[in-house]
Protein backbone atom coordinates (compact mmCIF):
# COMPACT_ATOMS: atom_id res chain seq x y z
CA UNK A 1 0.00 0.00 0.00
CA UNK A 2 1.53 2.88 -1.10
CA UNK A 3 0.47 6.50 -0.90
CA UNK A 4 0.23 7.13 -4.86
CA UNK A 5 -2.43 4.35 -4.83
CA UNK A 6 -6.05 6.62 -6.21
CA UNK A 7 -8.55 3.71 -7.72
CA UNK A 8 -10.21 1.57 -4.95
CA UNK A 9 -11.55 -1.54 -5.74
CA UNK A 10 -14.22 -3.91 -5.12
CA UNK A 11 -13.04 -6.67 -1.85
CA UNK A 12 -12.09 -10.21 -3.06
CA UNK A 13 -13.39 -12.81 -1.46
CA UNK A 14 -9.90 -14.42 -0.75
CA UNK A 15 -9.02 -11.18 1.20
CA UNK A 16 -10.47 -9.77 4.94
CA UNK A 17 -13.90 -8.71 5.36
CA UNK A 18 -15.04 -5.49 5.48
CA UNK A 19 -15.96 -4.39 9.41
CA UNK A 20 -19.41 -4.35 10.19
CA UNK A 21 -21.25 -1.25 12.37
CA UNK A 22 -22.88 -1.55 15.14
CA UNK A 23 -26.08 -1.06 12.99
CA UNK A 24 -25.04 -4.19 11.15
CA UNK A 25 -23.80 -1.99 7.87
CA UNK A 26 -21.33 -2.29 6.16
CA UNK A 27 -18.38 0.27 7.21
CA UNK A 28 -15.68 1.27 5.10
CA UNK A 29 -14.69 4.33 7.18
CA UNK A 30 -10.97 4.84 8.14
CA UNK A 31 -10.66 6.55 11.89
CA UNK A 32 -7.09 9.10 11.96
CA UNK A 33 -6.41 9.11 15.74
CA UNK A 34 -3.89 11.57 17.79
CA UNK A 35 -2.29 12.78 20.67
CA UNK A 36 -2.95 16.58 19.33
CA UNK A 37 0.58 17.03 18.64
CA UNK A 38 1.38 15.34 15.18
CA UNK A 39 4.88 15.89 14.04
CA UNK A 40 4.50 13.67 11.05
CA UNK A 41 2.07 13.73 8.00
CA UNK A 42 2.94 10.04 7.13
CA UNK A 43 0.25 8.79 9.20
CA UNK A 44 -2.43 10.75 8.42
CA UNK A 45 -1.44 10.18 4.69
CA UNK A 46 -1.76 6.64 4.54
CA UNK A 47 -5.56 7.46 6.46
CA UNK A 48 -6.20 9.16 3.80
CA UNK A 49 -4.79 6.70 1.02
CA UNK A 50 -7.16 3.63 3.08
CA UNK A 51 -9.89 5.34 2.97
CA UNK A 52 -9.70 6.16 -1.10
CA UNK A 53 -8.97 2.88 -1.46
CA UNK A 54 -12.07 0.92 0.71
CA UNK A 55 -14.25 3.92 -0.86
CA UNK A 56 -15.11 4.80 2.69
CA UNK A 57 -14.69 8.12 4.30
CA UNK A 58 -11.90 9.53 6.37
CA UNK A 59 -12.25 10.62 9.98
CA UNK A 60 -9.68 11.91 12.61
CA UNK A 61 -10.09 12.21 16.38
CA UNK A 62 -7.66 13.75 19.02
CA UNK A 63 -7.87 12.96 22.49
CA UNK A 64 -7.67 15.83 24.91
CA UNK A 65 -5.62 15.06 27.77
CA UNK A 66 -7.37 15.83 31.10
CA UNK A 67 -5.08 18.22 32.86
CA UNK A 68 -7.89 18.96 35.16
CA UNK A 69 -6.97 17.45 38.56
CA UNK A 70 -8.32 18.63 42.24
CA UNK A 71 -5.93 20.21 43.53
CA UNK A 72 -6.37 18.85 47.83
CA UNK A 73 -3.34 21.51 48.84
CA UNK A 74 -4.12 24.46 46.89
CA UNK A 75 -7.98 24.56 46.53
CA UNK A 76 -8.40 28.08 45.50
CA UNK A 77 -6.12 27.33 42.41
CA UNK A 78 -9.40 24.61 41.44
CA UNK A 79 -10.96 27.45 39.57
CA UNK A 80 -8.75 28.62 37.47
CA UNK A 81 -7.69 25.60 36.43
CA UNK A 82 -11.10 24.73 35.18
CA UNK A 83 -10.98 27.80 32.90
CA UNK A 84 -8.19 26.51 31.11
CA UNK A 85 -9.46 23.02 30.06
CA UNK A 86 -11.42 24.94 27.16
CA UNK A 87 -8.44 26.97 25.84
CA UNK A 88 -6.50 23.94 26.14
CA UNK A 89 -9.55 22.26 23.78
CA UNK A 90 -10.13 25.18 21.51
CA UNK A 91 -6.09 25.19 20.78
CA UNK A 92 -5.93 21.64 20.11
CA UNK A 93 -8.87 21.74 17.52
CA UNK A 94 -7.13 25.02 15.63
CA UNK A 95 -3.91 22.70 15.88
CA UNK A 96 -5.27 19.68 14.30
CA UNK A 97 -7.69 21.57 11.97
CA UNK A 98 -4.69 23.08 10.43
CA UNK A 99 -2.55 20.05 10.35
CA UNK A 100 -5.08 18.47 8.44
CA UNK A 101 -5.68 20.78 6.10
CA UNK A 102 -2.26 21.26 5.37
CA UNK A 103 -1.49 17.60 4.95
CA UNK A 104 -5.28 16.75 2.98
CA UNK A 105 -4.84 20.08 0.72
CA UNK A 106 -8.58 20.21 1.54
CA UNK A 107 -10.55 21.18 4.42
CA UNK A 108 -12.76 18.22 6.12
CA UNK A 109 -16.24 18.28 7.05
CA UNK A 110 -16.82 19.70 10.66
CA UNK A 111 -18.55 16.12 11.85
CA UNK A 112 -15.26 14.33 10.71
CA UNK A 113 -12.82 15.95 13.12
CA UNK A 114 -14.01 14.79 16.31
CA UNK A 115 -12.31 15.90 19.62
CA UNK A 116 -12.71 14.16 23.34
CA UNK A 117 -11.17 14.06 26.40
CA UNK A 118 -9.20 10.83 27.37
CA UNK A 119 -6.25 8.89 26.64
CA UNK A 120 -5.30 7.78 23.41
CA UNK A 121 -5.95 4.40 23.45
CA UNK A 122 -9.45 5.17 25.13
CA UNK A 123 -10.48 7.93 22.81
CA UNK A 124 -9.87 5.09 19.80
CA UNK A 125 -11.26 2.58 20.90
CA UNK A 126 -14.22 4.16 22.16
CA UNK A 127 -14.72 6.69 18.91
CA UNK A 128 -13.87 3.25 16.18
CA UNK A 129 -16.92 1.54 18.17
CA UNK A 130 -19.55 4.02 17.51
CA UNK A 131 -18.06 4.92 14.03
CA UNK A 132 -18.19 1.42 12.99
CA UNK A 133 -15.09 2.18 11.39
CA UNK A 134 -13.63 -0.43 9.66
CA UNK A 135 -9.82 0.51 10.48
CA UNK A 136 -8.01 2.58 12.68
CA UNK A 137 -4.95 4.39 11.82
CA UNK A 138 -2.56 5.71 13.90
CA UNK A 139 1.30 7.59 13.46
CA UNK A 140 4.72 6.34 13.78
CA UNK A 141 5.08 7.38 17.17
CA UNK A 142 2.20 4.59 18.34
CA UNK A 143 3.53 1.94 20.60
CA UNK A 144 2.78 -2.03 20.26
CA UNK A 145 0.70 -1.58 24.01
CA UNK A 146 -1.99 0.87 22.72
CA UNK A 147 -2.31 -0.94 19.41
CA UNK A 148 -2.66 -4.12 20.80
CA UNK A 149 -5.49 -2.75 23.25
CA UNK A 150 -7.51 -1.05 21.09
CA UNK A 151 -7.25 -3.62 18.39
CA UNK A 152 -8.42 -5.95 20.93
CA UNK A 153 -10.77 -3.84 22.94
CA UNK A 154 -13.00 -2.02 19.55
CA UNK A 155 -12.13 -5.48 17.73
CA UNK A 156 -10.91 -3.34 14.65
CA UNK A 157 -7.56 -3.29 12.85
CA UNK A 158 -4.82 -0.65 13.82
CA UNK A 159 -2.51 0.80 11.03
CA UNK A 160 0.48 2.00 12.70
CA UNK A 161 1.30 3.86 9.52
CA UNK A 162 5.11 4.69 8.65
CA UNK A 163 7.32 5.66 5.38
CA UNK A 164 5.85 3.83 2.40
CA UNK A 165 8.44 0.91 0.86
CA UNK A 166 8.78 -0.82 -1.98
CA UNK A 167 8.78 -4.50 -0.55
CA UNK A 168 5.86 -6.54 -0.11
CA UNK A 169 3.17 -7.34 2.43
CA UNK A 170 4.58 -9.73 5.17
CA UNK A 171 2.11 -11.85 6.98
CA UNK A 172 2.78 -13.78 10.26
CA UNK A 173 0.72 -17.26 10.90
CA UNK A 174 0.57 -19.58 13.98
CA UNK A 175 -1.57 -21.56 11.89
CA UNK A 176 -4.00 -22.08 15.35
CA UNK A 177 -7.05 -20.27 13.61
CA UNK A 178 -8.57 -22.46 10.84
CA UNK A 179 -10.45 -19.20 9.56
CA UNK A 180 -6.84 -17.47 9.08
CA UNK A 181 -8.05 -13.45 9.12
CA UNK A 182 -4.29 -12.29 9.05
CA UNK A 183 -3.59 -13.94 5.62
CA UNK A 184 -7.12 -12.95 4.64
CA UNK A 185 -6.59 -9.42 5.21
CA UNK A 186 -3.15 -9.33 3.85
CA UNK A 187 -4.52 -10.98 0.65
CA UNK A 188 -7.01 -8.40 0.43
CA UNK A 189 -5.07 -5.57 1.10
CA UNK A 190 -2.18 -7.05 -1.41
CA UNK A 191 -5.11 -7.45 -3.97
CA UNK A 192 -5.86 -3.51 -3.35
CA UNK A 193 -2.25 -2.75 -4.17
CA UNK A 194 -1.23 -5.01 -6.66
CA UNK A 195 1.57 -6.45 -4.15
CA UNK A 196 2.68 -9.81 -3.29
CA UNK A 197 2.57 -11.58 -0.13
CA UNK A 198 4.93 -13.27 1.97
CA UNK A 199 3.27 -15.95 4.15
CA UNK A 200 5.65 -16.27 7.35
CA UNK A 201 5.27 -19.07 9.88
CA UNK A 202 8.06 -19.40 12.88
CA UNK A 203 8.91 -23.09 13.84
CA UNK A 204 11.02 -22.35 17.26
CA UNK A 205 14.18 -24.98 17.68
CA UNK A 206 11.88 -28.25 18.20
CA UNK A 207 12.72 -30.36 20.95
CA UNK A 208 11.54 -34.08 21.90
CA UNK A 209 8.12 -32.73 23.70
CA UNK A 210 7.53 -30.57 20.56
CA UNK A 211 8.02 -33.15 17.76
CA UNK A 212 5.67 -35.69 19.76
CA UNK A 213 2.90 -32.88 20.27
CA UNK A 214 3.73 -32.70 15.78
CA UNK A 215 3.06 -36.18 15.69
CA UNK A 216 6.28 -37.15 14.76
CA UNK A 217 8.52 -40.01 16.67
CA UNK A 218 12.02 -38.54 17.89
CA UNK A 219 14.58 -41.20 18.10
CA UNK A 220 17.33 -39.00 19.17
CA UNK A 221 17.65 -35.17 19.57
CA UNK A 222 16.42 -34.04 16.00
CA UNK A 223 19.11 -34.50 13.21
CA UNK A 224 19.57 -32.11 10.45
CA UNK A 225 17.78 -33.99 7.92
CA UNK A 226 14.51 -34.23 10.19
CA UNK A 227 14.80 -30.47 10.83
CA UNK A 228 14.87 -30.34 7.07
CA UNK A 229 11.81 -32.45 6.50
CA UNK A 230 9.73 -30.65 9.06
CA UNK A 231 10.21 -27.49 7.46
CA UNK A 232 9.76 -28.50 4.33
CA UNK A 233 5.82 -30.09 5.29
CA UNK A 234 5.86 -26.55 6.36
CA UNK A 235 6.45 -24.54 3.44
CA UNK A 236 3.97 -27.08 1.52
CA UNK A 237 1.13 -26.45 3.80
CA UNK A 238 1.38 -22.86 3.67
CA UNK A 239 1.88 -22.98 -0.32
CA UNK A 240 -1.50 -24.93 0.14
CA UNK A 241 -3.24 -22.74 2.11
CA UNK A 242 -1.84 -19.72 -0.24
CA UNK A 243 -3.76 -21.38 -3.59
CA UNK A 244 -7.05 -22.17 -1.04
CA UNK A 245 -7.15 -18.56 -0.25
CA UNK A 246 -6.45 -17.16 -3.55
CA UNK A 247 -3.35 -15.44 -2.06
CA UNK A 248 -0.56 -15.22 -4.69
CA UNK A 249 2.30 -15.38 -1.34
CA UNK A 250 6.04 -16.94 -0.96
CA UNK A 251 5.97 -18.92 2.25
CA UNK A 252 8.64 -18.87 4.15
CA UNK A 253 9.10 -20.83 7.38
CA UNK A 254 12.02 -19.50 10.33
CA UNK A 255 13.56 -21.47 13.11
CA UNK A 256 13.85 -18.83 15.22
CA UNK A 257 13.63 -18.52 18.83
CA UNK A 258 11.57 -15.55 19.17
CA UNK A 259 8.57 -15.11 16.69
CA UNK A 260 8.83 -11.33 16.58
CA UNK A 261 12.57 -11.69 15.61
CA UNK A 262 11.75 -13.94 12.82
CA UNK A 263 9.07 -11.65 11.43
CA UNK A 264 11.45 -9.01 11.88
CA UNK A 265 13.95 -10.65 9.90
CA UNK A 266 11.93 -11.60 6.87
CA UNK A 267 10.33 -7.79 6.72
CA UNK A 268 13.97 -6.89 6.32
CA UNK A 269 15.02 -9.18 3.85
CA UNK A 270 12.02 -8.35 1.71
CA UNK A 271 11.96 -4.87 2.14
CA UNK A 272 8.11 -5.52 3.65
CA UNK A 273 5.89 -2.12 3.46
CA UNK A 274 3.82 -3.73 5.78
CA UNK A 275 4.09 -6.54 8.66
CA UNK A 276 0.55 -7.71 9.67
CA UNK A 277 -0.11 -9.66 12.71
CA UNK A 278 -2.64 -10.77 15.24
CA UNK A 279 -3.31 -9.69 18.30
CA UNK A 280 -5.21 -11.62 21.24
CA UNK A 281 -6.71 -10.15 24.26
CA UNK A 282 -4.33 -10.57 27.26
CA UNK A 283 -4.80 -10.15 31.36
CA UNK A 284 -2.96 -7.50 33.15
CA UNK A 285 -0.78 -10.11 34.67
CA UNK A 286 0.37 -11.35 30.75
CA UNK A 287 0.78 -7.77 30.18
CA UNK A 288 2.71 -6.94 32.66
CA UNK A 289 4.39 -10.44 32.48
CA UNK A 290 6.11 -9.70 29.02
CA UNK A 291 4.89 -8.14 25.69
CA UNK A 292 3.16 -9.89 23.08
CA UNK A 293 4.41 -10.75 19.37
CA UNK A 294 2.77 -7.78 18.05
CA UNK A 295 3.54 -5.59 20.45
CA UNK A 296 7.14 -6.33 20.00
CA UNK A 297 7.15 -6.22 16.20
CA UNK A 298 5.28 -2.46 16.55
CA UNK A 299 7.74 -1.10 18.57
CA UNK A 300 10.79 -2.66 16.71
CA UNK A 301 10.02 -2.48 13.44
CA UNK A 302 10.85 0.41 11.17
CA UNK A 303 8.40 -0.03 8.83
CA UNK A 304 4.16 -0.25 8.57
CA UNK A 305 2.28 -2.14 11.25
CA UNK A 306 -1.22 -3.98 10.59
CA UNK A 307 -2.50 -5.35 13.96
CA UNK A 308 -5.31 -7.35 13.59
CA UNK A 309 -7.77 -8.43 16.59
CA UNK A 310 -7.69 -12.49 17.48
CA UNK A 311 -10.52 -12.72 19.88
CA UNK A 312 -12.81 -14.95 18.18
CA UNK A 313 -15.19 -12.07 17.60
CA UNK A 314 -14.03 -10.34 14.99
CA UNK A 315 -16.98 -8.44 12.64
CA UNK A 316 -16.27 -11.63 9.79
CA UNK A 317 -18.50 -12.37 7.11
CA UNK A 318 -19.31 -15.18 4.90
CA UNK A 319 -15.87 -15.08 3.51
CA UNK A 320 -14.02 -15.88 6.52
CA UNK A 321 -15.55 -19.43 7.53
CA UNK A 322 -13.23 -22.29 8.21
CA UNK A 323 -10.70 -23.08 5.71
CA UNK A 324 -11.30 -27.42 5.56
CA UNK A 325 -7.69 -27.98 6.41
CA UNK A 326 -6.72 -31.03 9.03
CA UNK A 327 -3.68 -29.73 10.22
CA UNK A 328 -5.41 -26.30 10.32
CA UNK A 329 -7.06 -26.41 13.93
Not at 22 to 48: I, K, N, Q, Y
Not at 126 to 142: D, F, N, T
Not at 217 to 228: K, L, V, Y
Request: aromatic share 6%; charged share 20%.
Amino acid sequence: MVVHLSHPQEPRSAGGSLALSPGGALSRDVLFVTGGRERSSVGLRRAAVLAQMFGGELFVACAIPRNFRHNMLFPHRNAADSFAVPGALTGAQGRIRDFCDGVLGESLPEDHLIFEEGDVATVAARVAEQLGAHIVVMGSAANGKIASEVACQARVPVFVARAPRAGTIVAATDLSDPRFPVLRRAGDLAGRSDRRTTIVHNVPPATGFDLYAMGVTPRFWPAEHEDADILSQYRRRLSALAGTLGIPAEPVVMTSASTSAAILEVGQETDADLLVVGAHPRSWLGRLLSPSVAETVVDRAARSVLVLPLSGEEHLSAATEPVPTAWAA
